[in-house]
């Protein structure tokens, strides 16, 4: 299967879904770490995806995204970013806005 359509299925099955190194359980790198704990915050259901195992899907995500980095967020089928820009919406609760519009639809 292609990886881009298995990237795009995967954003559109699940609401909120984090490609990250690990899991949502066990972390595998400070920043997946850093987000996980942020999305926990929220008490919110969210799916995660281990690129670790998985090379060929690491790099094709960092490219479907044109983002260069792990963790990658997507929250209604929309790209937020990767740690740098989640912790800055957290820190001015723009991500307590969005999550808040997710869950009233």
């Known amino acids: ?3 881009n359509l298995t990237i ?3 954003i559109q099955q699940y609401s909120i879904i984090l490609f ?3 899991d949502r359980y066990s972390p ?3 920043f997946s770490k850093q987000a996980v704990d942020i999305l ?3 008490n919110i259901d969210y799916h995660t ?3 670790l195992n998985n090379n060929h899907m690491r790099n094709a995500i960092k490219i ?3 983002w ?3 963790p990658q967020l997507y929250i209604n089928q929309e790209f937020i970013g990767g740690i740098d820009i989640i912790i800055h919406l957290y820190k001015t609760f723009k991500l307590h806005e969005i999550l808040e519009v997710y869950r009233n639809s």
């Open 64 to 66: 479907y995204s044109q």
């Open 40 to 42: 926990n915050t929220f």
């Open 28 to 30: 595998k790198c400070n």
């Open 68 to 70: 260069p980095t792990i």
């Open 20 to 22: 990250m190194k690990g």
């Open 49 to 51: 995806i281990n690129l």
């Open 8 to 10: 795009e299925n995967l």
């Open 1 to 3: 299967m292609d990886t």
